[in-house]
C-alpha cells in the first residue's frame, strides 16, 4: 500500500504528462496586453459590458469614433422606467438593429492591429487549432469569435471574441465554456455606438431571435463551424441610441430575450439577458 | 530579448510540474492548467523583477494557490448552480489508489488540500506551507491533521498508512 506522499506524487506526474498548456509566448502577449490596459486609463469603448464573459482587455490606441446612427425605425421612447427604490433610473438604449451577415471563418483581413492573431492565442483548453469560425463586419468594425472544438467527451467549448476597428485596435473577450444549447454575451457600446449579441446555439436551431428592451426585434441565422463542434456560432450587431447616459447612470444591456427556434419553427431554447445572477444567457 | 528568452525558459522548465501540483488540489485538469497560465501571465508581467528571485517557481506556485482559493470562493458564492454544469473532471490513467485518493481529495475543503499537497508533494516544512498560504503555523498543523484524517475515513485506511513517518 502506498503512503500519501507516492499516491500524490503519482496523481501530479499523470497530471503533467496530460496537460496541455500553451506555450510561454501566450502567457507573455496576455501580460503584454495587461500592461496595455494599464497604461491606456479608459477603456476604448465607454461600455464592453460581455455579460457572460470573464475577461476583458482593450486598447489604448485607435480610439474609434463615436458611429453616427442610421435613421432609427424601431421606437423613439426614450424615457426609463423608473423603480421608486432607486434614485437614478437605469439606462436603457434604444437599438437599431443592423442587417448585417455573420461568415464562417478564416477572417479574410485585414488585421493591422494583430487583434485575429490576439482572439485565436486567447483560447485555451480544448484541441486541435483556435480559428476564426465567425466574422461580421459593420460600422468599420468586425466582430470575430475565435474557438477550439471541445476534447471527445466533455461538455465544454473554448473561445473567445474581439471588435476589431479599421484602424487595427480593438477589444478581446474570453467566454464562459460549458455547453448550453443556448449562450450569449452582449456587449454594448454606449449611446451612439455598436453594440453585438453574439454566442452559441444547438445544431437543431435555424434561426434566432433578439428581443431588445427598445427596439424591433433582429432575427439572426446561425454559422455552422463543422462538425467538430456540437454547436453552432451567431451573432447580430446594433446600434445604441440616446437619450444620452448621465454620470452615474448604470446601464442595462440592451437585449433583453434571446429565443432559439428549429426547422419547424417550435421555440427551442431561450435565455434572460441580464447583469448578474438572473443572467441565464 | 534577453527577458523574454530566460522567461520561456523558465516557463518550460516548470510548468508542467505546475500542473502536476495543482491537479490534486483543483481536482480538475483543465482547471489545474488554467490557474497555472494566468499565474504564469501573472509573472509575465513581473519577470523583470521575478527573475532575480531564489526561486521565482515559488511565487508562481503561491499564486496559483490564491486563485485556487479566490475561484473557489467566488464559485461558493455566487454559482452554485454553476458547479453542476461544469463537465465531469477528466478521468487520468493512474492507479486505482492514485484514483481513489484524488476523488477523496475533491471532498475536502480547499486549504485542507492546498496544506496536504503543499507539505506531501511539494515537500515544503510547516512554516513554509504557512507562509506560502499565508496563515499561521498552528493553522497548517490543524488543517494537516484533520486533513489527513478526512483522508483516512474516506479511503478506508489508517493515517498511519496514509503517513508512515
Not at chain 1, 455579460?51 to 426609463?80: E, M, N
Not at chain 1, 454547436?231 to 437585449?255: D, I, M, Y
Not at chain 2, 482559493?69 to 452554485?80: F, N, V
Given at each position: 500500500m502506498s503512503d500519501l506522499r507516492e499516491r500524490l506524487q503519482e496523481l501530479a506526474d499523470v497530471a503533467a504528462r496530460h496537460g496541455r498548456t500553451p506555450g510561454p509566448e501566450v502567457a507573455r502577449r496576455r501580460a503584454h496586453l495587461r500592461r496595455l490596459r494599464l497604461l491606456?486609463?479608459?477603456?476604448?469603448?465607454?461600455?464592453?459590458?460581455?455579460?457572460?464573459?470573464?475577461?476583458?482587455?482593450?486598447?489604448?490606441?485607435?480610439?474609434?469614433?463615436?458611429?453616427?446612427?442610421?435613421?432609427?425605425?424601431?421606437?423613439?421612447?426614450?424615457?426609463?422606467?423608473?423603480?421608486?427604490?432607486?434614485?437614478?433610473?437605469?439606462?436603457?438604449?434604444?437599438?437599431?438593429?443592423l442587417k448585417v451577415r455573420a461568415h464562417p471563418g478564416p477572417y479574410p483581413g485585414p488585421d493591422p492591429g494583430g487583434i485575429v492573431r490576439d482572439v485565436t492565442s486567447l483560447v485555451r483548453g480544448c484541441r486541435d487549432r483556435s480559428q476564426v469560425r465567425l466574422w461580421?463586419?459593420?460600422?468599420?468594425?468586425?466582430?470575430?469569435?475565435?474557438?477550439?472544438?471541445?476534447?471527445?467527451?466533455?461538455?465544454?467549448l473554448c473561445w473567445a471574441t474581439a471588435l476589431m476597428n479599421q484602424g487595427g485596435g480593438g477589444a478581446l473577450g474570453t467566454q464562459s465554456s460549458e455547453l448550453k444549447p443556448l449562450r450569449a454575451t452582449f456587449a454594448g457600446g454606449g449611446n451612439r455606438q455598436l453594440g453585438v449579441v453574439s454566442g452559441m446555439v444547438t445544431k437543431r436551431a435555424v434561426r434566432l431571435r433578439v428581443l431588445f428592451h427598445k427596439g424591433p426585434p433582429l432575427d439572426l441565422v446561425p454559422v455552422d463551424p463543422g462538425d467538430?463542434?456540437?454547436?453552432?456560432?451567431?451573432?447580430?450587431?446594433?446600434?445604441?441610441?440616446?437619450?444620452?447616459?448621465?454620470?452615474?447612470?448604470?446601464?442595462?444591456?440592451?437585449?433583453?430575450r434571446v429565443l432559439a427556434f428549429d426547422q419547424a419553427g417550435n421555440q427551442i431554447a431561450a435565455c434572460r439577458m441580464r447583469l448578474g445572477l438572473d443572467n441565464s444567457c | 530579448m534577453a527577458d523574454r528568452g530566460s522567461f520561456d525558459e523558465f516557463y518550460a522548465g516548470a510548468v508542467s510540474r505546475l500542473v502536476g501540483q495543482l491537479f490534486p488540489v483543483t481536482g480538475d485538469l483543465h482547471e489545474a492548467e488554467e490557474v497555472v497560465q494566468e499565474a504564469f501571465t501573472r509573472a509575465a508581467a513581473r519577470w523583470s523583477r521575478l527573475r532575480d528571485y531564489d526561486v521565482p517557481e515559488a511565487w508562481v506556485?503561491?499564486?496559483?494557490?490564491?486563485?485556487?482559493?479566490?475561484?473557489?470562493?467566488?464559485?461558493?458564492?455566487?454559482?452554485?448552480?454553476?458547479?453542476?454544469?461544469?463537465?465531469?473532471?477528466?478521468?487520468?490513467?493512474?492507479?486505482?489508489?492514485?484514483l481513489a485518493l484524488a476523488q477523496a481529495l475533491r471532498t475536502l475543503p480547499v486549504r485542507q488540500r492546498q496544506v496536504l499537497v503543499l507539505h506531501y508533494l511539494v515537500d515544503l516544512p510547516v512554516e513554509e506551507v504557512a507562509h506560502t498560504l499565508g496563515m499561521p503555523n498552528g493553522t497548517v498543523k490543524s488543517l494537516l491533521s484533520r486533513g489527513r484524517h478526512a483522508l483516512a475515513a474516506k479511503l478506508g485506511e489508517t493515517e498511519e498508512v496514509l503517513d508512515p513517518s
Open positions: 491606456g486609463g479608459t477603456a476604448m469603448l465607454v461600455v464592453l459590458a460581455v455579460v457572460a464573459g470573464t475577461v476583458a482587455t482593450d486598447r489604448p490606441s485607435d480610439r474609434p469614433t463615436p458611429l453616427t446612427p442610421t435613421p432609427t425605425a424601431g421606437p423613439t421612447l426614450t424615457t426609463v422606467p423608473t423603480n421608486s427604490t432607486v434614485p437614478l433610473p437605469r439606462w436603457i438604449p434604444s437599438v437599431t438593429p461580421a463586419r459593420a460600422q468599420g468594425k468586425v466582430w470575430l469569435i475565435a474557438a477550439k472544438p471541445p476534447p471527445p467527451g466533455r461538455q465544454h467538430q463542434f456540437p454547436v453552432n456560432f451567431w451573432a447580430g450587431l446594433f446600434l445604441e441610441t440616446g437619450p444620452p447616459r448621465a454620470e452615474g447612470q448604470l446601464p442595462v444591456p440592451a437585449v433583453d | 506556485r503561491r499564486v496559483a494557490m490564491n486563485l485556487v482559493t479566490d475561484r473557489a470562493r467566488t464559485l461558493r458564492r455566487h454559482t452554485k448552480a454553476m458547479l453542476k454544469l461544469r463537465p465531469p473532471p477528466e478521468a487520468l490513467p493512474a492507479s486505482v489508489e492514485a
